[in-house]
């Protein structure tokens, strides 16, 4: 069985004095309940997002514990090609039948003051913040 080969270039992790890095947002823009996947930040902040496009591979399934990870490689959440065709036209008709629009405003207030409450503030990753707070509690991560 051959495997798909997949190539990526990795010139802005390596680049000039500013090399491209995981990250993720200030402390103090997380307390105005505010967060974001360092997974999405990486994307908004390669440059090479904008001309080659964010790839993602669906056979790839991870999971933060081992009962997710054994939920996600189980035999009945195969991707079959079915499934395939189910979702990409549940996620289409989602996009065309409902907004977001009320969330990015929501951000949208919360980043611009906090923009304004401090020097030097600005958070280039606004397409991933949503509205969420993660708080470490004795047994993980609690999200508020």
């Given at each position: 069985?051959?495997?798909?080969?997949?190539?990526?270039?990795?010139?802005?992790?390596?680049?000039?004095?500013?090399?491209?890095?995981?990250?993720?947002?200030?402390?103090?823009?997380?307390?105005?309940?505010?967060?974001?996947?360092?997974c999405c930040l990486?994307?908004?902040?390669?440059?090479?997002?904008?001309?080659?496009?964010?790839?993602?591979?669906?056979?790839?399934?991870?999971?933060?514990?081992?009962?997710?990870y054994d939920a996600?490689?189980?035999?009945?959440?195969?991707?079959?090609?079915?499934?395939?065709?189910?979702?990409?036209?549940?996620?289409?008709?989602?996009?065309?039948?409902?907004?977001?629009?009320?969330?990015?405003?929501?951000?949208?207030?919360?980043?611009?003051?906090?923009?304004?409450?401090?020097?030097?503030?600005?958070?280039?990753?606004?397409?991933?913040?949503?509205?969420?707070?993660?708080?470490?509690?004795?047994?993980?991560?609690?999200?508020?």
């Amino acid at each position: 069985m051959l495997l798909p080969v997949v190539v990526m270039d990795a010139e802005p992790f390596y680049a000039g004095n500013a090399p491209l890095q995981f990250r993720a947002i200030s402390d103090s823009l997380a307390q105005s309940h505010v967060e974001a996947s360092e997974c999405c930040l990486i994307h908004q902040d390669n440059p090479l997002s904008i001309s080659q496009g964010v790839w993602l591979n669906p056979n790839v399934r991870v999971g933060y514990n081992k009962a997710a990870y054994d939920a996600m490689n189980s035999p009945q959440n195969e991707l079959t090609f079915v499934r395939y065709m189910v979702a990409t036209w549940e996620n289409r008709l989602r996009r065309w039948f409902t907004t977001d629009w009320w969330r990015k405003v929501m951000i949208q207030s919360r980043l611009s003051a906090w923009e304004r409450s401090g020097v030097n503030r600005r958070e280039r990753g606004i397409d991933c913040l949503i509205n969420e707070m993660q708080v470490l509690v004795w047994n993980g991560w609690a999200h508020v």
